[in-house]
């Protein structure tokens, strides 16, 4: 594929990551009144592994200051949207196969397995929602409350992420 097509495809995936968050998934109600669903970590963590981490970095801030707008949060989102890309290429580091990745792998959950992927998820969107919630907070005033929503929400955000994969992404490897 063209640099031109990759680049198409991230805006279209960027776009669709921001309008299902902003238009769909913001207006649902707190599960049990505690768990948000921040479906577009989705768009940083299913991105090409060749990805360089440049470049994931700078999705990471748009992704993060496009949902601190429509929010209106003053930069928690983008703060922890990018300490997750700064993250992702060592989380991918420490959970390499033996034979590697392929250049044009991305993230999934056919590709990786079960195992490898729940890793994965569940350790980015942790460490994602445990500086999210306390950045907002702005202090460990209330640890326990605070602790409760990220369970929650790490709960809520990677079912909705496992659903993503298990329905939208292919089942076998695209030969190019």
Do not use: K
């Amino acid at each position: 594929m063209s640099v031109l097509g990759v680049l198409v495809r991230q805006l279209l995936r960027f776009g669709l990551y921001a309008g299902m968050q902003v238009l769909i998934v913001g207006q649902l109600p707190p599960l049990f009144g505690l768990g948000w669903c921040f479906l577009y970590l989705g768009f940083v963590l299913f991105l090409p592994l060749g990805t360089p981490i440049s470049l994931q970095l700078l999705l990471g801030f748009g992704m993060g200051l496009a949902m601190d707008i429509s929010y209106d949060t003053g930069g928690l989102h983008a703060a922890a949207a990018v300490l997750l890309a700064y993250l992702r290429p060592w989380v991918l580091r420490l959970l390499t196969p033996r034979d590697g990745y392929d250049a044009q792998d991305t993230v999934n959950v056919h590709q990786m397995g079960w195992q490898w992927f729940m890793v994965y998820l569940l350790l980015l969107v942790s460490l994602h929602h445990v500086v999210y919630f306390f950045l907002e907070l702005g202090s460990f005033q209330h640890p326990l409350r605070t602790l409760g929503r990220v369970g929650v929400s790490i709960l809520f955000t990677s079912t909705a992420l496992l659903i993503v994969q298990l329905l939208f992404f292919p089942v076998r490897r695209s030969r190019s």
